[in-house]
C-alpha cells in the first residue's frame, strides 16, 4: 500500500502564492513519477505537472510560467509552487505517484485532494 499525504491548499486572492506539498509512504519500492492534477466544479480532472524520476517535467499549457513542480525523491515529496494564481485556479488539488511496491507492479496512487480558493 501506498499512502499519501497533501497539504498547503487554502483560500488566496488572485495574483497571490501558494505551495502544495505531497508525502508518499508506505511498501513503497520505487517511483516512476510524482504530479498533480486538479478537477474544478462541474470538470473533468485535469493534468496540471508532472515530474518523473528522471527529472523530466510537464505543464499544462495554462499554468506554464506560472507553476513549478520539485521533488525530493529522498523523502518521496513532491511540491507544486503556485504564483500568480487565477481565479480560474480554483479547484481540488490532487496528488498523484505512480509507484511500485514489494507486492505489485507499477500503479497510479492518488492523495485525498486539497482545496485551491483563489477568490477576492
Known amino acids: 500500500q501506498v499512502h499519501m499525504v497533501e497539504s498547503g491548499g487554502g483560500l488566496v486572492q488572485p495574483g497571490g502564492s501558494l505551495r502544495l506539498s505531497c508525502a508518499a509512504s508506505?511498501?513503497?519500492?520505487?517511483?516512476?513519477?510524482m504530479g498533480w492534477y486538479r478537477q474544478a466544479p462541474g470538470k473533468q480532472r485535469e493534468l496540471v505537472a508532472t515530474a518523473t524520476s528522471g527529472g523530466s517535467t510537464n505543464y499544462a499549457d495554462s499554468v506554464k510560467g506560472r507553476f513549478t513542480i520539485s521533488r525530493d525523491n529522498a523523502k518521496n515529496t513532491v511540491y507544486l509552487q503556485m504564483n500568480s494564481l487565477k481565479p480560474e485556479d480554483t479547484a481540488v488539488y490532487y496528488c498523484?505517484?505512480?509507484?511500485?511496491?514489494?507486492?505489485?507492479?507499477?500503479?497510479?496512487?492518488w492523495g485525498q485532494g486539497t482545496q485551491v480558493t483563489v477568490s477576492s
Open positions: 508506505g511498501s513503497i519500492f520505487s517511483i516512476r513519477a
Open positions: 498523484n505517484v505512480v509507484a511500485s511496491t514489494w507486492y505489485g507492479p507499477s500503479k497510479d496512487y
